[in-house]
Nanobody, 123 residues
Framework: VQLQASGGGLAQAGGSLRLSCAAS????????MGWFRQAPGKEREFVAA????????MYAVSIKGRFTISRDNAKNTVYLQMNSLKPEDTAVYYC?????????????????WGQGTQVTVSS
């Protein structure tokens, strides 16, 4: 199983970036998909999660209203649209897959992880 995250880079405060995570060798449509991030010197934290069908989503309070998670099961890909970026959004962003039946914030419930993509937001 491989999760390949991409789309990170450098953005100015107030700008936007779109992250993608392509999955292979995975029953993608039966997996909860999530995004997490880890800032320098901090623990990895939950960002967003999406249900199998995409009909249910969950967001961290810190990014709610600015970020949108979505998925395309035909392409085995999950996305994270990040708008109104802030310097505190600077982190390595990881996508992950969970066999859970419902969206979850708990990292222990995700069994496959991507390699991470760096997002840097300048002020």
């Amino acid at each position: 199983v491989q999760l390949q995250a991409s789309g990170g880079g450098l953005a100015q405060a107030g700008g936007s970036l779109r992250l993608s995570c392509a999955a292979s060798d995975l029953t993608f449509s039966r997996r909860i998909m999530g995004w997490f991030r880890q800032a320098p010197g901090k623990e990895r934290e939950f960002v967003a999660a999406i249900s199998w069908s995409g009909g249910s989503t969950m967001y961290a309070v810190s990014i709610k209203g600015r970020f949108t998670i979505s998925r395309d099961n035909a392409k085995n890909t999950v996305y994270l649209q990040m708008n109104s970026l802030k310097p505190e959004d600077t982190a390595v962003y990881y996508c992950a897959a969970s066999p859970s039946f419902t969206t979850t914030t708990m990292q222990s419930q995700y069994d496959y992880w991507g390699q991470g993509t760096q997002v840097t937001v300048s002020s």
